[in-house]
């Protein structure tokens, strides 16, 4: 039996009389790609940032492995394992491929900006060439990140969430925004990082061929609850699941 990599147990969040979790239970297995869907404002990012701790739960507890990350600051939660991306990019604008490549690694004690230009060990260099060269970008490794086609950006993302070896990286939407041809691009590279490097993904996904696609289980929720759980074609014809959808949550 595979190992739980991530658990989420009883998570409750509110903001004022809103309920936007309701005692969720979850997990991710190491080296699984867990999909979760749910309506607009079925609480699905507020998960997320209570994960990372953007957000903090009211009630519950959240485990990486053996080891607890509740309300930890998001720093702390980085360098335990947990990598992020999000529904609108967050590069770099002005920086440039491989800054932004670089500025993603976490030092201890040390600003983000400073790890650029400290100078960058061959190791740590070799492996943003590697990761860029695996998500297909390297040739544009010197060119300012805002420069790059949206879709681009969402290829510099997933490469930069892999650059510390996480434990688990969480995709928000990771094919939003993205013309259907570098869509099927960032497909294959998820699913190539699952099966090369053994990369464990939970994905937050609207695109539902894309989520059935990549996903080995899935989550639905709706209205701050899990209203599903399963095979991916389980899900998706889930009673309670359709109704979520044609009910317009």
């Not at 998500?135 to 930069?160: C, D, F, M, N, T």
């Amino acid at each position: 039996m595979s190992e739980k990599c991530l658990e989420v147990m009883t998570l409750s969040k509110r903001f004022g009389g809103l309920t936007a979790l309701d005692r969720i239970d979850l997990y991710v297995n190491e080296a699984e790609i867990v999909g979760l869907i749910g309506p607009n404002g079925s609480g699905k990012t507020t998960l997320f940032n209570c994960i990372t701790s953007f957000v903090k739960p009211d009630n519950g507890k959240i485990f990486l492995r053996t080891v607890e990350i509740t309300n930890r600051s998001p720093h702390e939660i980085i360098q335990e394992g947990v990598s992020r991306t999000f529904q609108i990019t967050r590069v770099f604008p002005e920086l440039t491929v491989m800054e932004n490549m670089l500025i993603s690694i976490s030092h201890k004690e040390e600003s983000r900006i400073r790890s650029i230009y400290k100078g960058n060990n061959k190791a740590e260099i070799e492996k943003a060439w590697e990761l860029l060269e695996f998500v297909g970008i390297s040739k544009l490794s010197g060119e300012p990140g805002g420069e790059l086609s949206y879709g681009q950006q969402k290829l510099l993302e997933l490469a930069s969430s892999l650059m510390q070896n996480p434990t688990v990286v969480l995709l928000d939407e990771p094919t939003a925004g993205v013309n259907p041809t570098l869509i099927n691009k960032i497909i294959d590279r998820i699913m190539e990082a699952n099966k090369q490097y053994g990369v464990t993904f939970f994905v937050i996904e609207h695109n539902m061929d894309v989520i059935m696609s990549i996903s080995m289980r899935m989550y639905a929720l709706a209205a701050g609850k899990i209203i599903a759980e399963g095979d991916p074609e389980g899900v998706r014809n889930n009673p309670d699941v359709l109704e979520a959808y044609l009910g317009g949550d």
